[in-house]
T-cell receptor, first 109, second 113 residues
């Protein structure tokens, strides 16, 4: 049973524009949400997180938004850079991390 | 400061064999979790070790077992390998059993033929 879903397998964006990645979840017991970034042949790297008591968290070019009533979160990357091209995983935590299937982001020059 | 290290990086095994994967956590971390990532999917939680005991387990059969040593390093063992066990196996470390911000190793790519 997939409790965390990323419905867009890929996203292509022009350099300098905004990238918006979306994630939906079904388990209301999740109390912490994270985004990880993964390059080929490397393990996932922690990017940004948000507690369920907040609705927004910002870190430089990365902002995560949480809508608990809709069980939805999103990651905004502004401005997008070529080095942002990677697979992005949404993850949710109760006693373990549950991951979505990932969204492959390609930033075009 | 060394991050999470896993060995080996790649290996090929024959169906029915047994395999052991190893993980050294990030310095200062005491909890190790293992994940299986099949092609095109997100990582799936296998189990978590804390204080040398398995604390949480995902939906994986008993063929998957593990161990944590006093220095917090960990092993993942898989018996009676199936073709479907081919995947990237990721180790993640964190501080404390409730640590949510996990740091991942680069993974071990297991191919079962």
């Amino acid at each position: 049973d997939q409790q965390v879903k990323q419905n867009s397998p890929s996203l292509s964006v022009q350099e300098g524009r905004i990238s918006i990645l979306n994630c939906d979840y079904t388990n209301s017991m999740f109390d912490y949400f994270l985004w990880y970034k993964k390059y080929p042949a490397e393990g996932p790297t922690f990017l940004i997180s948000i507690s369920s008591i907040k609705d927004k968290n910002e870190d430089g070019r990365f902002t995560v938004f949480l809508n608990k009533s809709a069980k939805h979160l999103s990651l905004h990357i502004v401005p997008s850079q070529p080095g942002d091209s990677a697979v992005y995983f949404c993850a949710a935590y109760d006693y373990k991390l549950s991951f979505g299937a990932g969204t492959t982001v390609t930033v075009r020059a | 400061d060394a991050g999470v290290t896993q060995s080996p990086t790649h290996l090929i095994k024959t169906r029915g064999q047994q395999v052991t994967l190893r993980c050294s956590p990030k310095s200062g971390h005491d909890t190790v979790s293992w994940y299986q990532q099949a092609l095109g999917q997100g990582p799936q939680f296998i189990f978590q070790y804390y204080e040398e005991e398995e604390r949480q387990r995902g939906n994986f059969p008993d063929r998957f077992s593990g161990h944590q040593f006093p220095n917090y390093s960990s092993e993942l063992n898989v018996n009676a390998l199936l073709l479907g066990d081919s995947a990237l196996y990721l180790c993640a470390s964190s501080l404390g059993q409730g640590g949510s911000e996990a740091f991942f190793g680069q993974g071990t790519r297991l191919t079962v033929v």
